[in-house]
Structures are given as structure tokens and as C-alpha cells.
């Protein structure tokens, strides 16, 4: 029986939290190496001015990805995993609007085409493992299949269908849900890199492909399969 559904749920987010940590205790340590990207961005946003209306949209967009980035995190370690497929989806569709948007201004043409219109995520305007990753979240977000519901499926004891109401720790679900949070993040570093050398003085990557490299050193270490092609 439950009285308090919110001190369940924080209750069950602890549990999860507790159960990645003994399982994969590497995972805080390279989301740690995502924020500390993130935060060198931040500080050096402060020095960005004199934006013309698409280069504000372009700022819109990438303030936006940030702020949902650490969301994710967290609903990975709280093992909330159809919450994160759908804002990995909202991640993947900024990449293809930033991509759209530049190819635009470097043909010199207006953005009044995409105004209004779901941005494509076709046309190289992301990666193809991004591309795959938003067919099977927008089935999710969708809810046009029964199969994602396993996310938030309940182990029982016998042959009976359950689902629960908190989150519940599953190991390989998790896994997978972070394999698909980092490769975003590389997507929106690879994007960066030509951002900040267009807005901000005297920006070299040298501190970036540090903290990446190390990134991916730690992330080896970890075994996760999205670090496999470093090997």
C-alpha cells in the first residue's frame, strides 16, 4: 500500500541510484567528465555578444540541449528510462535543427522554410547512429508499439504481466540508456567545436580534446560498448 506516491518515488530513485553505483561505479565518474563540458561552456557563453536572429537560434538551441543534458543524467541514474528516451529524442532533433539551420545560412538562404516544421533528421543533418536512435524513441514517445513498455515492466514471480508505478533498476536497460546519452554528448561536442570558434575570442580546442580524451580513456575502462570503436 502506498500513502506518499512522491516519498515512494525518491525512495525507489535512492535504491537505483545505490544499484548502478556497486554495478557500474565508472558511470558518475564519466557523468561528472560530461558536466564538467558542460560547465566550461557555460563560462565561456559569458563572453558571446553581438549575435545577429540566427545565431540567437542557434544559442536557443544549444542553451536548450544543455539544460536537458543534466536531466537526462539524472533520470539514468534514477532508472526513469521511457522519460529518457523521449528527451533523447528531443536532444537529436536540436542536432538536426542546428545542422539545418547552418546548411541554410551557408547557401544563403532564409530559415523560413523551417519555421513550423519538424526538423529532418534525414539528409546527413546527423549522425547515422543518432538517425537509428530516433526511429525506436519515437516509437516510445509515441507509444505506437507494446515492446518499449518493458521499461517500466515489473519482475514477478510467475508468468503475469506487471508494470510499475516506480522505478525499478534493470542493468542492461540502463546501460543502454547511458551508451545512447554519451554518443548524443560526442554529436554536441563535434557541433561545438565550430561554434566556439565562430563566437568566441581566441578559442582553441586543446582543453576540449583533453577532457574528451579522458572521457573516453575513463569510459574504456568502464567497458561500455559505446567506447568500443576507440579501441
Same mark, same amino acid.
Given at each position: 500500500?502506498?500513502?506518499?506516491?512522491?516519498?515512494?518515488?525518491?525512495?525507489?530513485?535512492?535504491?537505483? *541510484?545505490?544499484?548502478?553505483?556497486?554495478?557500474?561505479?565508472?558511470?558518475?565518474? &564519466?557523468?561528472?567528465?560530461?558536466?564538467?563540458?558542460?560547465?566550461?561552456?557555460?563560462?565561456?557563453?559569458?563572453?558571446?555578444?553581438?549575435?545577429?536572429?540566427?545565431?540567437?537560434?542557434?544559442? /536557443?538551441?544549444?542553451?536548450?540541449?544543455?539544460?536537458? *543534458?543534466?536531466?537526462?543524467?539524472?533520470?539514468?541514474?534514477?532508472?526513469?528510462?521511457?522519460?529518457?528516451?523521449?528527451?533523447?529524442? =528531443?536532444?537529436?532533433?536540436?542536432?538536426?535543427? &542546428?545542422?539545418?539551420?547552418? =546548411? $541554410?545560412? #551557408?547557401? %544563403?538562404?532564409?530559415?523560413? %522554410?523551417? $519555421?513550423? =516544421?519538424?526538423?529532418?533528421?534525414?539528409?546527413?543533418?546527423?549522425?547515422?547512429?543518432? =538517425?537509428?536512435?530516433?526511429?525506436?524513441?519515437?516509437?516510445?514517445?509515441?507509444?505506437?508499439?507494446?515492446?518499449?513498455?518493458?521499461?517500466? /515492466?515489473?519482475?514477478?514471480?510467475?508468468?503475469?504481466?506487471?508494470?510499475?508505478?516506480?522505478?525499478?533498476?534493470?542493468?542492461? #536497460?540502463?546501460?543502454?540508456?547511458?551508451?545512447?546519452?554519451? *554518443?548524443?554528448?560526442?554529436?554536441?561536442?563535434?557541433?561545438?567545436?565550430?561554434?566556439?570558434? /565562430?563566437?568566441?575570442?581566441?578559442?582553441?580546442?586543446?582543453?576540449?580534446?583533453?577532457?574528451?580524451?579522458?572521457?573516453?580513456? $575513463?569510459?574504456? &575502462?568502464? $567497458?561500455?560498448?559505446?567506447?568500443?570503436?576507440? %579501441?
Amino acid at each position: 500500500m502506498i500513502e506518499n506516491y512522491t516519498e515512494e518515488v525518491l525512495k525507489a530513485r535512492q535504491v537505483s *541510484q545505490q544499484a548502478i553505483e556497486k554495478e557500474y561505479p565508472n558511470v558518475l565518474e &564519466l557523468l561528472k567528465l560530461m558536466d564538467e563540458y558542460i560547465v566550461s561552456l557555460i563560462n565561456r557563453f559569458e563572453s558571446v555578444s553581438g549575435m545577429g536572429e540566427i545565431d540567437n537560434y542557434k544559442l /536557443a538551441l544549444i542553451v536548450s540541449f544543455i539544460r536537458t *543534458q543534466l536531466i537526462i543524467s539524472e533520470h539514468i541514474l534514477n532508472s526513469e528510462l521511457i522519460e529518457v528516451t523521449i528527451l533523447e529524442r =528531443k536532444q537529436i532533433e536540436l542536432i538536426a535543427r &542546428l545542422s539545418e539551420i547552418d =546548411k $541554410k545560412t #551557408n547557401n %544563403k538562404e532564409g530559415l523560413h %522554410k523551417l $519555421k513550423g =516544421k519538424t526538423p529532418n533528421i534525414g539528409n546527413g543533418n546527423v549522425s547515422e547512429n543518432l =538517425k537509428n536512435m530516433y526511429g525506436m524513441f519515437s516509437e516510445i514517445a509515441h507509444s505506437s508499439k507494446t515492446e518499449p513498455f518493458a521499461l517500466i /515492466a515489473e519482475n514477478t514471480d510467475n508468468d503475469t504481466i506487471g508494470y510499475s508505478v516506480l522505478p525499478e533498476y534493470n542493468s542492461t #536497460n540502463t546501460i543502454v540508456a547511458l551508451g545512447n546519452h554519451i *554518443q548524443l554528448f560526442f554529436d554536441f561536442v563535434i557541433y561545438m567545436f565550430s561554434f566556439q570558434e /565562430a563566437f568566441i575570442p581566441g578559442y582553441t580546442n586543446d582543453d576540449d580534446m583533453e577532457l574528451i580524451n579522458n572521457l573516453i580513456e $575513463k569510459g574504456k &575502462l568502464a $567497458k561500455l560498448s559505446v567506447f568500443d570503436r576507440f %579501441k
